[in-house]
């Protein structure tokens, strides 16, 4: 199959991975709230049980086999728990439910994305690999232009979930067939070398990432609802925000700099996004357009800057690396909403928390560490289904 067609479909499946499975969530918190669900502090948890569901998922993808299976199962899992969404209540089903789909999104992600960079790679297409990345993005603008329709009509958080299955249903029937075969990642211990260790600080800076990135991409449409009071006008704030991460994810796939040039273009895309959580504490719309560009520019464009310069780091584990990373992203958007939370707790928003993830950007800055100087040696990946 041709390598445009299968970086294509695996764009399609993070869509329904990502946008629908796993952000659709965003869009329709004002809703959930204003529906008496549950209030901010809840929600905060809510949004903690699908990272938790996200880490357990991502690192299951990574060490497990029957990797066929969780990848196509993931996919069809995020399209069904969505449409299960619609008849859910309160912060215990939701939070169940999201914990679900948080595991099925992790291992469609890190299985597609690892076997659609493999072939990328192969076919000497590493920056259209790259828009793979755009899926996320993508779906996001996508849910957000459903739920500014589904709000201007006057529809509740039950229908808004069956528009949001309705979409991943139909992408995911395109999807399937051309999803490339998964990359199964084996974990050697006899793995050593400058190149190698030099993936722990970036894990460990990508662990921030996810704490970081976590709190204006969950809450960024329940800040604007709040501000503009239920206005249709705080609804374009999530589709602006994804389409500002697309344009971040071509600017960086169109742009292929020195290693040390993707190190330096990565932190300053980090650096971003502290200026642009640190915005959203600015009082009105100035604040929030602000935090979509300074934080929606740079999100999946850092991603794929992280695993560009983890490929100069490990060339010969770029499928298991990406694996591993997602597991320290998972690990540190853990802790975002539980922050949230605290936050809401302590001062009655999100202002803490804000804070908190511009702090986090920074300090994940300053942990990038240097390209390797020499090839790592190390065994390649293996490609295959699994056991």
């Known amino acids: ?31 959930l709230l204003s529906e008496g669900q549950f209030d901010l502090t809840a929600a905060g948890l809510v949004a903690a049980a699908n990272y938790l569901g996200y880490l357990v998922g991502a690192f299951d993808a990574l060490r497990a086999g029957q990797a066929r299976w ?3 199962g993931g996919l069809w899992g995020c399209v069904a728990l969505t449409v299960l969404s619609a008849w859910a209540h309160g912060p215990w089903e939701h939070g169940a439910l999201r914990f679900a789909a948080g595991v099925t999104s992790a291992w469609t992600f890190v299985l597609v994305s690892a076997a659609s960079q493999r072939v990328a790679l192969q076919a000497g297409m590493q920056r259209l690999g790259g828009l793979v990345f755009a899926g996320p993005s993508l ?8 739920a500014l329709a589904s709000n201007l009509y006057g529809q509740g958080s039950s229908v808004l979930w069956l528009l949001y299955g309705g979409l991943g249903l139909a ?53 604007a609802s709040s501000r503009f009071h239920g206005s249709w006008l705080a609804d374009l704030f999530w589709p602006g925000y994804g389409l500002m991460t697309t344009l971040g994810v071509v600017l960086a796939c169109l742009w292929h700099p020195t290693p040390d040039g993707t190190r330096r273009w990565l932190v300053r895309t980090l650096w971003l996004q502290a200026l642009g959580a640190l915005a959203c504490l600015l009082p009105g719309a100035t604040g929030l357009v602000l935090g979509v560009l300074l934080c929606g520019t740079p999100y999946l464009a850092s991603m794929v800057l ?14 298991r690396n990406i694996g591993l990373l997602t597991v320290g992203f998972a690990a540190g958007q853990l802790g975002g909403p539980l922050l949230a939370a605290l936050s809401s707790y302590l001062v009655g928003g999100l202002s803490l928390a804000l804070a908190g993830a511009g702090v986090a950007f920074v300090a994940a800055g300053l942990l990038i560490p240097a ?8 065994a390649p990946d293996t490609v295959g289904e699994g056991a």
């Open 171 to 223: 992408l995911a029937l395109l999807a399937a067939p051309a999803l490339p075969a998964p990359v199964t990642h084996p974990l050697p211990a006899t793995r050593r070398g400058p190149a190698v260790r030099g993936l722990y600080p970036l894990l460990a800076s990508y662990t921030l990432v996810g704490l970081g990135y976590v709190i204006p991409a969950t809450f960024l449409s329940q800040l």
């Open 1 to 31: 199959m041709s390598p445009l067609v299968t970086v294509l479909a695996s764009l399609l499946a993070l869509i329904v991975a990502m946008g629908v499975g796993r952000f659709s969530l965003t869009p329709q918190l004002p809703l």
């Open 371 to 378: 390209p390797a100087s020499r090839p790592a040696a190390a």
């Open 139 to 146: 779906g996001m603008l996508l849910t957000g232009l459903i």
């Open 306 to 319: 992280t695993i560009r310069h983890a490929h100069g780091l490990d060339p010969m584990g770029h499928g």
């Open 70 to 72: 969780r990848l196509v």
